[in-house]
């Protein structure tokens, strides 16, 4: 009831109506024994199925439409649609017969050639017309047409994503091939079988290639869950059955399946690739791939998601391997793409516009080109802010990061105005999420406090500073309590800093017990971590200097 063509149920229940319900006017007796009606009265008791079907089909192609998943004529022209429907049909058939070849079936954009929907037309006319001259023998007519019919929504008139054809749609509309089948061996074995010594030989002539189909068709599947074993494994095979040439979705997803190995590579995949560099190599590799079987369909065909999500790949592969102009240049060219997408979908796409701004920031960063990764990060954090008001729990958490980082950019450029405006936000949104969820938002929440503290200090502001230091010692205490070993060095740090500010205050006693707290937390740290016995010897050099001091006043 899940599948597409479920909006095929009233037209099937008309089969079923003339076979073997036998509830059409002149019927032989109906199995059911109920009343034989017209074709007219038929029609109408399945008016409502007829408009549900209807009322599905319209939600599911406004909601392929919203995902750009509909494929417009100029992508995929009708004359191929319909060429790729016949070769689906008579593929449908054979990988029914024997399952072999069985992979993602991408679309080629580009209408098969004729050696491959002339024969397949010539057999759907072929059976169309046996069809009809039998059909007397009601079952064949049932079959035929439950098969071609249930197909209609997934056979590619009506493009959809990037596949042309997939096994799983075959699944309910083989049920009218299997009944044609079944029926007709029955007439066959009935025929054959009037004598009950012919009835034994006939029935174990039946039985013994029956075993043979069972078993070659065993094999078979054996070996088809084999390709299933990893997302890498499966599509290699992909590739090995539809060729190199044909699928950017493809390349797309061998890419980044190399560079997540951990989820989506088996051990026996990775003995290929046993090294990061040899993955990320190899990555890069059908990425490009995909860039170039985009490029070689033509203009009117190249799909804005896909190319900016292909680019975007690149991009992120690019910063991996520390190649700063590459990573510029695809995130440039991907930030093309989604601005025109977002132009058309800004709820969709407008996302997508900000994470590609922040990448090409951070690439802008590590060349040491701050203002326009700034620029870069403040067009991100207006987006953020926009689409925060919609979906605050969805995008505060994102907007609050960015204007952190903004914020780090703006303190390297010493506009430190622009660097505190930016954290004073970020500390607001992060106490706001920090109520809700303290474990995954107290951490920054402190993180930016204390960065705060510290451009107070720099800005000569000591009572903003004493204020947000205390805050960031308050919440490091919270997570020490839950985590002491992540989170005592930060309280330990936070104690010594605040003790520096007292002491530049002339607030000796706060200063004291702030240096005592934090040798002591030191001390502690040291007994499992000999790396503190710096930070000792530093809070007791602090302490013993404070006590001098104050003994000399």
């Not at 405006?421 to 474990?439: D, F, G, K, M, S």
């Not at 500073?465 to 308050?474: E, G, K, N, P, V």
């Given at each position: 009831?899940?599948?597409?063509?479920?909006?095929?149920?009233?037209?099937?229940?008309?089969?079923?109506?003339?076979?073997?319900?036998?509830?059409?006017?002149?019927?032989?007796?109906?199995?059911?024994?109920?009343p034989q009606l017209t074709a007219i009265r038929l029609l109408l008791e399945k008016v409502p199925?007829?408009?549900?079907?209807?009322?599905?089909?319209?939600?599911?192609?406004?909601?392929?439409?919203?995902?750009?998943?509909?494929?417009?004529?100029?992508?995929?022209?009708?004359?191929?649609?319909?060429?790729?429907?016949?070769?689906?049909?008579?593929?449908?058939?054979?990988?029914?017969?024997?399952?072999?070849?069985?992979?993602?079936?991408?679309?080629?954009?580009?209408?098969?050639?004729?050696?491959?929907?002339?024969?397949?037309?010539?057999?759907?006319?072929?059976?169309?017309?046996?069809?009809?001259?039998?059909?007397?023998?009601?079952?064949?007519?049932?079959?035929?047409?439950?098969?071609?019919?249930?197909?209609?929504?997934?056979?590619?008139?009506?493009?959809?994503?990037?596949?042309?054809?997939?096994?799983?749609?075959?699944?309910?509309?083989?049920?009218?091939?299997?009944?044609?089948?079944?029926?007709?061996?029955?007439?066959?074995?009935?025929?054959?079988?009037?004598?009950?010594?012919?009835?034994?030989?006939?029935?174990?002539?039946?039985?013994?290639?029956?075993?043979?189909?069972?078993?070659?068709?065993?094999?078979?599947?054996?070996?088809?869950?084999?390709?299933?074993?990893?997302?890498?494994?499966?599509?290699?095979?992909?590739?090995?059955?539809?060729?190199?040439?044909?699928?950017?979705?493809?390349?797309?997803?061998?890419?980044?399946?190399?560079?997540?190995?951990?989820?989506?590579?088996?051990?026996?995949?990775?003995?290929?690739?046993?090294?990061?560099?040899?993955?990320?190599?190899?990555?890069?590799?059908?990425?490009?791939?995909?860039?170039?079987?985009?490029?070689?369909?033509?203009?009117?065909?190249?799909?804005?998601?896909?190319?900016?999500?292909?680019?975007?790949?690149?991009?992120?592969?690019?910063?991996?391997?520390?190649?700063?102009?590459?990573?510029?240049?695809?995130?440039?060219?991907?930030?093309?793409?989604?601005?025109?997408?977002?132009?058309?979908?800004?709820?969709?796409?407008?996302?997508?516009?900000?994470?590609?701004?922040?990448?090409?920031?951070?690439?802008?960063?590590?060349?040491?080109?701050?203002?326009?990764?700034?620029?870069?990060?403040?067009?991100?954090?207006?987006?953020?802010?926009?689409?925060?008001?919609?979906?605050?729990?969805?995008?505060?958490?994102?907007?609050?990061?960015?204007?952190?980082?903004?914020?780090?950019?703006?303190?390297?450029?010493?506009?430190?105005?622009?660097?505190?405006?930016?954290?004073?936000?970020?500390?607001?949104?992060?106490?706001?999420?920090?109520?809700?969820?303290?474990?995954?938002?107290?951490?920054?929440?402190?993180?930016?406090?204390?960065?705060?503290?510290?451009?107070?200090?720099?800005?000569?502001?000591?009572?903003?500073?004493?204020?947000?230091?205390?805050?960031?010692?308050?919440?490091?205490?919270?997570?020490?309590?839950?985590?002491?070993?992540?989170?005592?060095?930060?309280?330990?740090?936070?104690?010594?800093?605040?003790?520096?500010?007292?002491?530049?205050?002339?607030?000796?006693?706060?200063?004291?017990?702030?240096?005592?707290?934090?040798?002591?937390?030191?001390?502690?740290?040291?007994?499992?971590?000999?790396?503190?016995?710096?930070?000792?010897?530093?809070?007791?050099?602090?302490?013993?200097?404070?006590?001098?001091?104050?003994?000399?006043?």
């Amino acid at each position: 009831m899940a599948k597409p063509m479920v909006i095929t149920l009233p037209f099937v229940l008309l089969l079923l109506d003339y076979w073997p319900l036998g509830r059409t006017d002149g019927s032989r007796a109906s199995v059911i024994g109920g009343p034989q009606l017209t074709a007219i009265r038929l029609l109408l008791e399945k008016v409502p199925l007829l408009v549900l079907s209807a009322a599905s089909a319209w939600l599911t192609l406004a909601a392929q439409r919203t995902g750009q998943s509909v494929r417009s004529f100029a992508e995929f022209p009708l004359a191929a649609r319909i060429k790729n429907a016949v070769v689906a049909y008579g593929l449908y058939l054979w990988k029914m017969l024997w399952p072999a070849h069985l992979a993602i079936y991408p679309h080629s954009a580009v209408a098969p050639p004729a050696r491959q929907w002339i024969p397949s037309a010539l057999v759907l006319v072929g059976v169309t017309a046996l069809v009809v001259r039998y059909r007397r023998k009601r079952y064949l007519p049932v079959g035929w047409f439950w098969f071609l019919g249930t197909l209609v929504p997934v056979i590619g008139l009506v493009q959809v994503g990037e596949a042309d054809m997939a096994d799983r749609y075959a699944y309910l509309p083989l049920v009218g091939i299997f009944i044609m089948i079944a029926w007709s061996l029955d007439d066959w074995a009935e025929g054959k079988g009037k004598k009950a010594e012919r009835q034994k030989s006939s029935a174990a002539w039946q039985m013994i290639p029956a075993a043979c189909v069972l078993v070659a068709l065993a094999l078979a599947t054996h070996r088809q869950m084999g390709y299933w074993e990893s997302q890498y494994s499966l599509l290699t095979h992909t590739l090995e059955v539809t060729g190199p040439d044909r699928s950017a979705y493809v390349h797309d997803g061998l890419g980044s399946a190399l560079l997540d190995p951990t989820s989506s590579m088996s051990p026996e995949d990775l003995e290929n690739f046993p090294t990061d560099q040899k993955r990320m190599d190899e990555a890069r590799r059908h990425y490009e791939l995909a860039l170039d079987v985009r490029s070689q369909t033509g203009p009117q065909n190249l799909e804005p998601l896909a190319m900016a999500l292909a680019l975007s790949n690149l991009g992120d592969l690019d910063g991996r391997q520390n190649r700063s102009d590459d990573a510029r240049r695809h995130y440039e060219e991907a930030l093309i793409y989604f601005r025109q997408l977002a132009r058309q979908d800004p709820a969709m796409y407008l996302p997508q516009v900000a994470s590609t701004l922040i990448s090409l920031g951070h690439s802008d960063r590590t060349q040491n080109q701050l203002e326009t990764a700034a620029q870069r990060y403040a067009e991100a954090a207006t987006i953020y802010h926009q689409l925060a008001q919609r979906d605050p729990n969805e995008y505060q958490p994102v907007l609050a990061k960015t204007l952190y980082n903004l914020g780090r950019l703006d303190r390297l450029q010493n506009k430190m105005d622009d660097a505190r405006q930016c954290w004073e936000q970020a500390v607001t949104i992060y106490r706001q999420l920090a109520q809700l969820n303290p474990v995954t938002y107290q951490p920054p929440l402190a993180i930016t406090l204390n960065d705060l503290g510290n451009l107070d200090q720099l800005l000569n502001r000591g009572d903003d500073a004493h204020q947000h230091y205390a805050a960031a010692l308050q919440s490091f205490r919270q997570m020490a309590q839950q985590n002491p070993n992540l989170y005592l060095p930060s309280v330990a740090q936070t104690l010594s800093i605040l003790g520096a500010l007292h002491e530049n205050q002339n607030r000796t006693e706060e200063s004291r017990a702030d240096y005592q707290e934090s040798l002591s937390l030191f001390r502690k740290l040291t007994q499992g971590d000999s790396r503190y016995s710096a930070d000792v010897a530093s809070a007791e050099a602090r302490l013993k200097e404070l006590n001098k001091k104050a003994s000399s006043r």
